[in-house]
């Protein structure tokens, strides 16, 4: 089985950072992408950030130029970097992993809140 345990998430004012991170564990040949989605109430979930093994990264719209996505490949962790923060960011976040074990399976962290305030 594989672990995705999320951390850092809080409540900050607009204006404020935050940093969440991930932690991937279990059974793990390789970790192809990565990456952080979110959910606000009543909206779907979206693609806050990926990145591949190799370091390329893509952001949604909305988060680009704000937020940072980072990795640790040997430690199999991932990192958003989360400035300039507005009420809208306010949203549950997700950590995701494609994780390489004989095939592809895509795992979900439990989900992190991140709440901003005006």
């Known amino acids: 089985q594989v672990q995705l345990v999320e951390s850092g998430g809080g409540l900050v004012q607009a204006g404020g950072s935050l940093r969440l991170s991930c932690a991937v564990s279990?059974?793990?040949?390789?970790?192809?992408?990565m990456g952080w989605y979110r959910q606000a109430p009543g909206k779907q979930r979206e693609v806050v950030a990926l990145i591949t093994t190799g370091g390329s990264t893509n952001y949604g719209d909305s988060v680009q130029g704000r937020f940072t996505i980072s990795r640790d490949n040997a430690k199999n962790t991932v990192h958003l970097e989360m400035n300039s923060l507005q009420p809208e960011d306010t949203a549950v976040y997700y950590c995701?992993?494609?994780?390489?074990?004989?095939?592809?399976?895509?795992?979900w962290g439990q989900g992190t809140q991140v709440t901003v305030s005006s």
């Open positions: 279990g059974s793990i040949i390789s970790i192809n992408r």
């Open positions: 995701h992993a494609r994780v390489n074990y004989y095939r592809q399976i895509d795992y």
